[in-house]
């Protein structure tokens, strides 16, 4: 193959969604025999989330429901007479016969739309379709990389053109003459594209954020109303049990959810300082709330925690705990 080709990733690029996800969810949809799994799939999504678990790993628990399907080649054919329609009309446009299908999702699974649509060159994650065991690595990142150059006998073709919409793909991003970010049915070049901050709302970071925050929420309302208990007024309660909520916090959310443990007096000064606009939000909600509505303070301090979540997560995952890079 010595021709100039084309690299593309799968799911959310030339497939509209994720193809695991929808296949899970159309065979969990047809036998109720399978929601069995559903428990041990969202203890490896609370490992993963704290990072206790590798995607590979949380990959291998999320299909070990292949071990009961009856027929995994009719599921495969029923699901994609289905779905095909997915596959986006821009990439059937101007497919190729030479083009190069780089996935993370499990090989057998995009074995049968690849070949619905005439790519023969498909590399993906190798999974026993029989278990659910995945041979190898988890086909993302830097092996993505490591794949294209085994595919090809370690020789590598010219590659004019790589689409993706993952982050994850800037390593084959670097071996295209160009590179594309793929939004919906739009190209962004990758030298131009600058992600949004507020896809860190899906990230697994937010989720344990909210975890932690859950905790830290608990603190500082406890915190403010057993002050209220002793000081008459509900906003200088609060002020003080939010001061003093502020050192746990910083410690958990260093550790837990951004993994950081590079403590310094620079860091938790940022730390406050992002937690500021959380403070003016909590303490006018709890002015309004207090004075006007005549709410108890408990009750308060509780609504007030919960409205300043995304814009604290926001401000702490940018600029108190942001890293190179990122």
Not at 249 to 254: E, I
């Amino acid at each position: 193959m010595s021709k100039a080709v084309n690299i593309y990733d799968f799911d959310h690029t030339i497939y509209d969604g994720d193809a695991s996800l929808d296949f899970i969810l159309f065979t969990f949809s047809r036998n109720i025999r399978l929601w069995k799994y559903v428990p041990s799939m969202g203890w490896a999504l609370f490992l993963y989330i704290f990072g206790l678990q590798t995607r590979k790993q949380i990959k291998q628990v999320a299909f070990r429901f292949l071990r009961d399907m009856e027929s995994i080649e009719e599921a495969l054919e029923v699901f994609w007479r289905r779905h095909d329609g997915k596959i986006k009309q821009w990439y059937l446009n101007q497919k190729k016969v030479s083009d190069v299908i780089v996935s993370a999702s499990p090989e057998f699974l995009l074995l049968p739309a690849t070949k619905k649509v005439g790519v023969k060159n498909l590399i993906a994650t190798t999974m026993n379709p029989a278990t659910g065991l995945i041979q190898g690595k988890n086909c993302r990142g830097e092996e993505k990389v490591r794949r294209l150059q085994q595919f090809f006998d370690g020789k590598l073709p010219e590659i004019q053109d790589v689409y993706s919409d993952s982050q994850s793909d800037v390593p084959i991003f670097k071996l295209g003459k160009r590179a594309f970010v793929v939004r919906g049915s739009k190209f962004i070049a990758y030298d131009e594209y600058k992600p949004s901050k507020l896809k860190s709302l899906k990230s697994p970071a937010f989720l344990r954020f909210l975890l932690v925050g859950g905790v830290n929420a608990c603190i500082g309302v406890m915190l403010a109303w057993i002050f209220s208990l002793f000081i008459a007024s509900p906003q200088l309660a609060f002020v003080v049990g939010f001061t003093i909520s502020l050192v746990p916090s910083y410690y958990l959310n260093s550790v837990v959810t951004f993994r950081d443990f590079g403590f310094t007096m620079k860091k938790f000064g940022k730390f406050v300082v992002s937690y500021m606009p959380n403070f003016a939000v909590q303490f006018v909600l709890v002015h309004i709330l207090t004075d006007t509505l005549h709410l108890y303070p408990l009750i308060t301090y509780t609504f007030a925690v919960i409205v300043a979540v995304p814009v604290t997560f926001l401000l702490l995952r940018w600029f108190a705990f942001y890293k190179e890079g990122e």
